[in-house]
């Protein structure tokens, strides 16, 4: 085979790879609502039946709100909304104001755990020894990671939310091909600390805060969203920009986008 | 009444309770509970001291008598004959015109469930009135009317069974237990008639979740007016407007208060401003209102049958390891599935007694979300519960029992009436009886919000799945799923615009700075071992509660924001002006 033909033959077997690459992952897409942020994500909307990871540069930076906002079109879908709650820590009355309907609720917390914020802040339990204090919240952790599995694999359930700060690999794989059996979609509020590890979810999203001094309305918070990973389709470099109101907290799209360009090749 | 009836369960301690606040006499001692007409008629009166009622019943009755008088004096007189003097007295005549019978809560309560047998066959729920001193039944008979041919028959073939039993009755057919029980309660002019050789009467209440058409309402009985009454669908809010504060089921001392502004009706009560309900009345009053507007739902909790299905295991070799236990539960589980397949029920809780060697006890309960008849779900929701269990010793004996209920009446479907839900619904069933039997029944529920300030209180977790030993009412496992699972197709336009609150709010605030003698707020915070400056401070908004409200809370809240743009809910409490963390705007 001469040169020509094999590069010709190259050029073809990738075209074909591509496109059943792109058969395989022809899942419902649903738009978030926001639209700079749809700007960059795949086939523009978020697909049902996928791992997606949002992390949060640090605590208390609205990339849970900003997960629940992009999710709540998938509500008009069948199945419920499943909160796997750790630490005992979400309030669900915060959700109403990003469209989550509390009818659609179901929140899962596992009998004992420790606050996750209480762990941060190195307060032990006053009535509890420390070594009880470990194993408790290991069974804890245990119980919060099988019950997300087992959310995660159940027809019924259409989104399931978890604040996960450590899991193992073995944990991401099981959740990665439980979403590819069932088309539940599970979101995962993460913390910055992953970021090098490695990833097994369909949509990596990076949450920071702009720097005032580029912010540019101080009486707005401006979010900037970075899409890091994506497992299928084509990517867009860039990042989105939103913001969020002082007075209710909720998140908004702001319209332009830096630097946005489609990509030439997949992913990885 | 007996006064010094023994205290043993939590239901007979309300009901002395109740007791006790109805007729204050029965503090000093015995009195009267209730009356028959007879007893009416003879002046005792429900409340009055068991002395007073005897003498009502005992009337003093004049009679002329012959006194023979015998003295000294008189001896010495001649004995030609007996000295007789005619002298009015008075003398108590021996004959009762009533007779008085010891009460006792648990009596009342055991007849009650005597009289709930006769019932099942028209019902399959039936369960007792949840008020103190439960004197009705409550049967659920959704789509039991056609069995019957209509609800009014199904009402009159009821009456007629209790009637044939010995039994009077009055029965309401609504869309809620609040409004048969209104109906039901509502005083008629003619005091209530017992059963010849019994005290207590029983009022039989039916209600209907789901209503399709509109009945006549029953013929009269000779005893009272309007035994049978049927609320039409739409009509309820009408129906029970009329009738008094009394049949609202509020509680004595919130009724004592409303009287006191003059509030007579339902009707009154219904048109109260409701946001300002929960200031003035207490929490059961202000969820009383809201049953009887239809705004929260209540269930009945089954009564359990005479005849229950069971099956026991024992052996004087115990079973040592967990899957030799596992094996015998296999076992037993079977013989169970086999039972309530044969007389063509489900089971909806599974509890099992596990007796040790050393004659221990401990019991494992495991619930469905949905009745079923599945050998297989049972032993698996049951095998979850098992892991929980701390088991140390070995197991000699194992009992199982069941909490049944009919077979779900299975609806047909219209033609083009879409099924894809219903997979769904059944799949989350299934992982609710999984997660609820692996980490606890409080583990797995839904969520609602209550009129509270404070934070921490403002929302209600119901758990999906009831605890086998709980009291409270176990809820529609078919309407919570439905609710679950169904799409909103306009839920991209629902976002209701609420005070900012944080995602993430902690289960105990965390003090971040002491008392400052000028109320400044911190500089600084520590949020995951890291100190945080904060750069603004947005506030503050107050939230105080009434100073007679339990656990009263005054507290400044601020939205601080930090150097790298972290939102942080703090407070500073008014009273000791100490600063908290509270939550994280994630």
Known sequence: MSAAAKAE????????????QRMQTVQQILPTGLTSLDAILPHGGLPAGSLIEWISEDAGLKAASIALKSIVPMMTLHGCLAIVDEHHEFYADSARSHGIPLSRMLLIRPVYAASGVQAAFGLA???TSRSRFVRQASAAHSDALWALEQTARCPGVRVVLMFLEQASSAVMRRLQLAVERSGVTIVLIRPASILNQPSFADLRLYVTTVKPALAGITERRQLKVQLLRSRHGLQHTGHALLEVEHETGAVHSISELADSKPATSPAF | MDSTAPRKTTDIDDDLKFVRAVFPSANGGPCILAVSRDAWMAGVRPGMPLAEARSMAQPLTITPRAVHRTSTQNRTRSNTGKSATLRPTVAASTKELVSFHQWTSSADRRTLAAVAELTRRYAPVVGLDCMPLPDSLLLDITGCGPLFGGEAALAELLLRDLKLAGWTGRIAIADTIAAVWALTHTEHAAPEVRRSTQISTSNTSTSNAARRNASRAGENAQLYELPIQIIPPGMQPQEIARLPIAASRLPLKDLQILAHLGIRSIAQLLSLPREDLPSRLSQVAVERVHQLLGLTEESIIPLPESNPVAAVWN??????????????????VESIAEQIERRRIACSVLISELTCASGNKLTLSAGVVKPTQSAELMFEVLGLRLETLPLTEPVSAISMTVQTVPIPVSRQRDLFSPTEHIRPQEELATLIARLSNRMGPQSVSTVRIQADPRPEHSLVLDPVIANADSTERAPQSEHILQRLTEPDPDAINNTERTLPRPLRLLATPQQIAGRDSEDRPPERISILGQQRR?????GPERIQTAWWTDKPCHRDYFRAITETGAQ???????????????????
């Open chain 1, 9 to 20: 033959a190259i050029h073809s077997l990738r075209r074909q790879l591509l496109a059943s």
């Open chain 1, 125 to 127: 339990q006053a009535t």
């Open chain 2, 534 to 538: 904060i750069v603004e401070l947005h």
């Open chain 2, 315 to 332: 052996s004087e070799f115990p079973a040592k390891s967990f899957d030799d236990i596992r094996q015998v539960l296999q076992h037993l």
């Open chain 2, 568 to 586: 942080l809910w703090i407070y500073r409490d008014l009273q000791t002006g100490i600063w908290y963390l509270h939550g994280l705007f994630d």
